[in-house]
């Protein structure tokens, strides 16, 4: 990590240390870069389709919540953003990770239910892999709204979850970027206009054509034709 980086974080964090920080502080000044726009509405997209799909019988999971937490997936991903002061790199590795715990545990389907909880652990297990300064794990914890002792518990199931396959090659991380860039150009591209109506046969033009007599101020030619019948 950068120098510049490296006092960024400490000036957003208030304190000496990154890893010594006892309470999130967040700059609302930065803005939030595509990737974490784009990632968050993936994750989204993918919840409510899985959860379209549920049949109310989840399977158990650490991850799994009681209920569904009020704050949107875009929210909460900023709101980690914001906090956490790490490179925007992780969070594509952090999408990388997702994809292998996903296809690990094919029972656990990403839904409202556990996304939050698998983005903030995977999040931070990015951080500590590709960060060489990265906040502990009560800081995670604060920032994600769960105690440490969840947090700790959540990191390490994670990481079985994958199967420690911490690694990511120069190849898969392009790979992942391709998606993400192309999920992005979905998301900008406005949607065509509607196709025009089909053009009227003739009889039906004719007959829409004689519906203009049907009006309050009829023209005069209309009344002489109605008449002459």
């Known amino acids: 990590m950068s120098n510049h980086r490296h006092h960024l974080c400490q000036e957003l964090a208030g304190v000496r240390s990154p890893a010594m920080a006892e309470q999130p502080v967040a700059d609302e000044r930065i803005s939030v870069p595509a990737v974490v726009s784009v990632l968050s509405a993936v994750l989204q997209r993918q919840a409510e ?21 009020s704050i949107s997936v ?19 590795v952090a ?27 995977s999040v931070l297990t990015a951080v500590k892999f590709m960060d060489d300064i990265y906040y502990n794990n009560a800081y995670y914890a604060k920032v994600g709204g769960i105690s440490l002792m969840e947090m700790n518990y959540l990191e390490v199931d994670f990481l079985f979850g994958i199967g420690f396959e911490l690694n990511v090659t120069p190849v898969t991380f392009s790979y992942y970027c391709s998606v993400l860039q192309k999920e992005m150009c979905t998301e900008s591209i ?10 009227l046969p003739p009889a039906a033009a004719a ?11 009829e023209p005069s030619s209309c009344r002489q034709k109605q008449l002459a019948v």
């Open 95 to 121: 999408y990388i990770y997702l994809d292998r715990f996903a296809g690990s545990r094919q029972a656990v389907a990403l839904d409202s239910f556990n996304v939050h909880r698998l983005l903030i652990t």
């Open 190 to 199: 406005p949607p065509p206009p509607p196709p025009p109506p089909p053009p």
């Open 207 to 217: 007959a829409s054509r004689s519906l203009c007599c049907l009006t309050e101020e």
């Open 49 to 69: 389709r899985n959860d379209a799909a549920s049949d109310g019988r989840r399977a158990p999971s650490a991850f799994q919540g009681v209920r569904k937490p």
């Open 74 to 92: 875009r929210r909460y991903l900023e709101r980690i953003f914001r906090y956490a002061c790490c490179s925007p790199s992780c969070y594509v």
